[in-house]
């Protein structure tokens, strides 16, 4: 059973485009962090939203938590090539503090 | 300020056999999280180390198991390699237990053949 879904699992867009990725859950986390790995790479860590309805922004990332704390998006404003990569979310659950679940992931490609 | 390390960057391995890993965490950290990420899935917890003890654990068999020094860096070792342990193996460290935050090392490849 996959805890957190990511969606869409791949999506190839043109530079200067807008998009959003969603990753939602059935299950209420504590926190919920994104991550951009690229291959052959660790996952690095851009952002961790913590409060229901919190909404995050990193230059042209826009990320917000659901106010229930089960679902989370990432909004990126006039993608560029350098955004190409792999983005994943993570939750925190309560029961488990120190157990951090991953989806699956969003392959993004963004081309020239 | 050094990120998180890890070692080797590519291991090839016979089914049968035992591997190590091995990480260092990020200076200031004293909490290390080991993950394996089969290709194209995201990574899966496998257990956490704090103050040289395994505190938290996935849902990996026994094979799997690892040992926190006093400097805190971090060893994972897999016993009895089967070629469904085939993966990157991440490492993240972070501070105290119940952190949020927590920061990767580039991965080891591993190959079982």
């Known amino acids: 059973t996959q805890l957190l879904e990511q969606s869409p699992q791949f999506l190839s867009i043109q530079e200067g485009e807008n998009l959003t990725v969603y990753c939602n859950s059935s299950?209420?986390?504590?926190?919920l962090q994104w991550y951009r790995q690229e291959p052959g790479e660790g996952p690095v860590l851009l952002v961790t939203?913590?409060?229901?309805?919190e909404v995050k922004k990193l230059k042209r990332l826009t990320f917000q938590f659901g106010d229930a704390r089960k679902d989370s998006s990432l909004h990126i404003t006039a993608a560029q090539p350098g955004d190409t990569g792999l983005y994943l979310c993570?939750?925190?659950?309560?029961?488990?503090?120190?157990?951090?679940?991953f989806g699956s992931g969003t392959r993004l490609s963004i081309r020239p | 300020d050094a990120g998180v390390t890890q070692s080797p960057t590519h291991l090839i391995k016979t089914r049968g056999q035992q591997v190590t890993l091995r990480c260092s965490p990020k200076?200031?950290?004293?909490?290390v999280s080991w993950y394996q990420q089969a290709l194209g899935q995201g990574p899966q917890f496998i257990f956490q180390?704090?103050?040289?003890?395994?505190?938290q654990r996935g849902n990996f068999p026994d094979r799997f198991s690892g040992h926190q020094f006093p400097n805190y860096s971090s060893e994972l070792n897999v016993n009895a390699l089967l070629l469904g342990d085939s993966a990157l193996y991440l490492c993240?460290?972070?501070f105290g237990q119940g952190r949020v935050e927590q920061y990767f090392g580039p991965g080891t490849r591993l190959t079982v053949t």
């Open positions: 993240a460290s972070s």
């Open positions: 299950s209420v986390f504590s926190s």
């Open positions: 939203v913590v409060t229901g309805g």
């Open positions: 993570a939750g925190e659950r309560y029961s488990s503090a120190s157990k951090i679940i």
């Open positions: 200076s200031g950290h004293d909490t």
């Open positions: 180390y704090y103050e040289e003890e395994e505190r």
